[in-house]
T-cell receptor
Framework: DAGVTQSPTHLIKTRGQQVTLRCSPISGHKSVSWYQQVLGQGPQFIFQYYEKEERGRGNFPDRFSARQFPNYSSELNVNALLLGDSALYLC??????????????????FGEGSRLTVL | RKEVEQDPGPFNVPEGATVAFNCTYSNSASQSFFWYRQDCRKEPKLLMSVYSSGNEDGRFTAQLNRASQYISLLIRDSKLSDSATYLCVVNRGRTLPYILTGGGNKLTFGTGTQLKVEL
């Protein structure tokens, strides 16, 4: 039973470039959330998508955007990268699932993350 | 003031010790509460939910005090494998089934408390 998968796992970009991160939720989960985790801090909420619609947005600039596809996978895009965007980007899915991934009031299942370094 | 506050630690304890972490939250409208565990350079994983009545799972006990707006986690008989960062998490979204229909699954994470269990 596959968990949340993210790609790429590591990437290096330079300032001003753009990046696209991808996420596939657990089978049967319809909600995907994105979080940014800077070293030494807890994850910070960026977006939540459910049924292809944005359902929540954190305090991030417009350089950050996301979308969800009909198969419930999602992409996070960051434009005009800054040094401060260097972080671990975590995708999490939630919702009714199958097998071991049953819901537990608000539980999120995280992928291993995409570690972005901006030089 | 941060929405969720934790002592970052580190807490260095000998194997077999009992250790307690506290966490405070600022939004009295918060609906549900969790402790997540995050191993070094890994994704966060749900450790346990926190209920008003308190709940216990083996060596772990979680308590919620809504009046004082704090959450606690007690670990008894610490093991080397308990070494990790423990994240206090608050959800201002509503409880099931609203969360599962994508209505507000926004979790706010604390900075995390680092625990190191030593021989």
């Amino acid at each position: 039973d596959a968990g949340v998968t993210q790609s790429p796992t590591h990437l290096i970009k330079t300032r001003g470039q753009q990046v696209t991160l991808r996420c596939s939720p657990i089978s049967g989960h319809k909600s995907v959330s994105w979080y940014q985790q800077v070293l030494g801090q807890g994850p910070q909420f960026i977006f939540q998508y459910y049924e292809k619609e944005e359902r929540g947005r954190g305090n991030f600039p417009d350089r950050f955007s996301a979308r969800q596809f009909p198969n419930y996978s999602s992409e996070l895009n960051v434009n005009a990268l800054l040094l401060g965007d260097s972080a671990l980007y975590l995708c999490a899915s939630s919702g009714p699932g199958t097998g071991q991934h049953t819901p537990n009031t608000g539980e999120l299942f995280f992928g291993e993350g995409s570690r972005l370094t901006v030089l | 003031r941060k929405e969720v506050e934790q002592d970052p630690g580190p807490f260095n304890v000998p194997e077999g010790a009992t250790v307690a972490f506290n966490c405070t939250y600022s939004n009295s409208a918060s609906q549900s509460f969790f402790w997540y565990r995050q191993d070094c350079r890994k994704e966060p994983k749900l450790l346990m939910s926190v209920y008003s009545s308190g709940n216990e799972d083996g060596r772990f006990t979680a308590q919620l005090n809504r009046a004082s707006q704090y959450i606690s986690l007690l670990i008894r008989d610490s093991k080397l494998s308990d070494s990790a960062t423990y994240l206090c998490v608050v959800n201002r979204g509503r409880t099931l089934p609203y969360i599962l229909t994508g209505g507000g699954n926004k979790l706010t994470f604390g900075t995390g408390t680092q625990l190191k269990v030593e021989l």
